[in-house]
Every structure is written in structure tokens, then in C-alpha cells.
């Protein structure tokens, strides 16, 4: 059982480490979401929206509700969407961070 960690993560590197070349990293991309993509609240939401004021980085939020959607275009600020695949892959690959809460995942810390 010990040797499937480190078979899944060469086999991880060994598919995704050539999409590094296709994909330029952009340092000034954040994705950012809550502990779930219907929502838009909670510290990580002021954290974006501060973040989004700083005219050198690029943050994005990650949701799947139409209404936070329609918030966030009536703002000006960011965002990714399952429902624009393509897009969400480009900025995933491209972030130089990535901030995405799981909820409980971090709670029980497993």
C-alpha cells in the first residue's frame, strides 16, 4: 500500500508536467473561492475583494451560482466558472496561487 502514493504522484508529474510548457505561469493570477462554490462570504470574500483593488494582481473568484456571477460582473471583478471549462482550465493552470477552501477537508485536517 506505501508504494501507490509516490506511483500516483510520478504518474501526476509524468501527465501534467508538460502542460507547464503550454501554460505560462502568471504569478499576479489568485483563485480564490469560499468552502463551497454557491457562496460568496466569509474572510476569503474580503480577501478578494482586497485583492482585486491592487492593480497589479489578478484575483478570481471560483463560484457556480448564477447570482454571485451577476455580483461579481456588476462589479468588475473576476471570476471562473465549471460552466466555461476552457477558461477555468487556462486560469487554473496559469495561477501562480491557488486558495481553495474544501470546508470541513481542512477542519479534521485530513
Not at 31 to 36: D, F, I, M, T, V
Not at 45 to 72: G, R, S, V
Not at 88 to 94: E, G, I, K, N, Q
Request: proline share 6%; glycine share 4%.
Amino acid at each position: 500500500m506505501e508504494y501507490i502514493k509516490p506511483l500516483y504522484r510520478f504518474l501526476r508529474t509524468l501527465l501534467f508536467w508538460p502542460l507547464r510548457e503550454f501554460f505560462p505561469r502568471d504569478k499576479r493570477i489568485i483563485l480564490l473561492n469560499s468552502y463551497n462554490p454557491y457562496v460568496y462570504c466569509e474572510n476569503t470574500k474580503h480577501l478578494f475583494e482586497f485583492l482585486a483593488t491592487k492593480k497589479k494582481l489578478k484575483p478570481y473568484w471560483y463560484t457556480e451560482f448564477p447570482h454571485i456571477m451577476n455580483y461579481l460582473d456588476s462589479r468588475g471583478f473576476k471570476y471562473v466558472t465549471s460552466k466555461r471549462p476552457i477558461h477555468l482550465m487556462w486560469t487554473v493552470f496559469r495561477a501562480g496561487e491557488v486558495c481553495l477552501n474544501s470546508g470541513q477537508i481542512g477542519l479534521r485536517g485530513q
